[in-house]
């Protein structure tokens, strides 16, 4: 009988991140990819949804007194527990049009930091919006299967995994964790240190989408060699006078912006690097090291990495969906990978 419900069940893996949510479904590949953002309005002290993804993200920071859009997950973890289980249901039920009769197994990663109450609170959020099982998993394993690296090989390998909330540092072997560190420092923390600095340098105060908009375009994690770089137009709010201006801004400015971040990033890997054991530390010499996660598509961050480390640091192909990739490898190929997923706690 197992394998009817087989048949009709569409397992998924879900990569349930501080900025994008994306779902894997066995057998199919990735098919969802949207922001983590949910928007609700209050009516009578009641919270009913009204957007989930693309379109809330269009909300955000743009909301009038009745409506809120607000991130449920932050750092990694759940911070607004019954938003962030709307989204998971909304999500889910994206997904499992077809078969409504069947509940489905799902996988989530989750951050190698995470306590366990935080651990439950993504499980209990699963399994109320609708799950058979809910399994969770490491995301610095996930991010290192979906990278390709060759985890389950008894030489070592180290990721870097850098999302919106968090920075996860992994040293593997033999399909399990060395040692791993979690930072809190990510995509988010780029954003702040861009908004704070162009309040402090600018007199301009930008919303997050703008500081978004101008770290994906513009941002590096290293000062141009010409002491300028390229820089774009963007538009705030003057806060000597209060009204709204546009100026102009280079590659300079924002690399001064992001130093502290890209600092605390490169902190965490040397002292990942300390903590290795030197038979593993000298396979990461020959290896060198995997950068995976959004947060790997900041200009020249690899360069920075290497000035710092000297290790050779490779940016994996498919940077933004490595974890889900993973996540959704551990469910197809359950049996090999049993010892990573973890069913109760």
């Given at each position: 009988m197992a394998s009817w419900g087989g048949l009709f069940s569409a397992d998924m893996a879900i990569d349930l991140g501080t900025a994008n949510t994306l779902v894997y479904v066995k057998g199919k590949g990735?098919?969802?990819n949207e922001p983590s953002v949910v928007a609700y309005h209050v009516k009578d002290g009641k919270k009913q949804v009204l957007a989930v993804g693309e379109d809330a993200k269009l909300m955000l920071g743009r909301t009038p007194g009745s409506i809120e859009a607000i991130r449920p997950m932050r750092e990694g973890v759940i911070a607004d527990f019954d938003v962030a289980e709307e989204m998971i249901k909304h999500f889910i039920r994206k997904v499992h049009r077809r078969t409504t009769f069947s509940k489905p197994k799902i996988i989530v990663c989750v951050p190698h930091g995470a306590t366990p109450v935080e651990k439950r609170a993504i499980r209990q959020s699963v399994l109320?919006?609708?799950a058979r099982r809910a399994g969770l998993i490491a995301e610095p394993i996930a991010a290192a299967i979906g990278a390709g690296m060759p985890i389950t090989d008894p030489t070592?390998?180290?990721v870097v995994d850098i999302g919106g909330g968090t920075?996860?540092?992994?040293?593997?072997?033999?399909?399990?964790i060395v040692y791993a560190r979690s930072v809190r420092v990510g995509g988010d923390r780029m954003d702040e240190a861009i908004i704070s600095h162009l309040r402090r340098q600018q007199n301009l105060l930008i919303g997050e989408s703008t500081a978004e908009r101008i770290k994906t375009s513009i941002g590096t994690a290293?000062?141009?060699?010409?002491g300028r770089g390229a820089s774009m137009q963007i538009?705030?709010?003057?806060?000597?006078?209060?009204?709204?201006?546009?100026?102009?801004?280079n590659q300079a400015q924002i690399a001064e912006a992001l130093a502290e971040p890209v600092q605390a990033i490169c902190e965490a890997v040397m002292i990942a690097?300390?903590?290795?054991?030197?038979?593993?530390?000298?396979?990461i010499v020959d290896r060198g090291v995997m950068l995976t996660g959004g947060g790997a598509l900041l200009g020249e961050l690899d360069l920075a990495l290497r000035e710092q480390t000297g290790l050779s640091i490779s940016i994996a192909d498919q940077c933004l969906n490595c974890v889900a990739l993973g996540t959704g490898k551990a469910?197809?190929?359950?049996?090999?990978?049993?010892?990573v997923i973890d069913y109760d706690s």
């Open positions: 990735i098919i969802l109320s919006a609708g070592g390998s180290m920075t996860e540092v992994a040293v593997l072997s033999l399909g399990d290293r000062m141009p060699d010409d538009r705030g709010r003057d806060l000597l006078n209060g009204v709204p201006k546009e100026v102009e801004i690097l300390e903590a290795t054991p030197p038979d593993l530390a000298a396979d469910l197809e190929y359950e049996k090999q990978l049993r010892h």
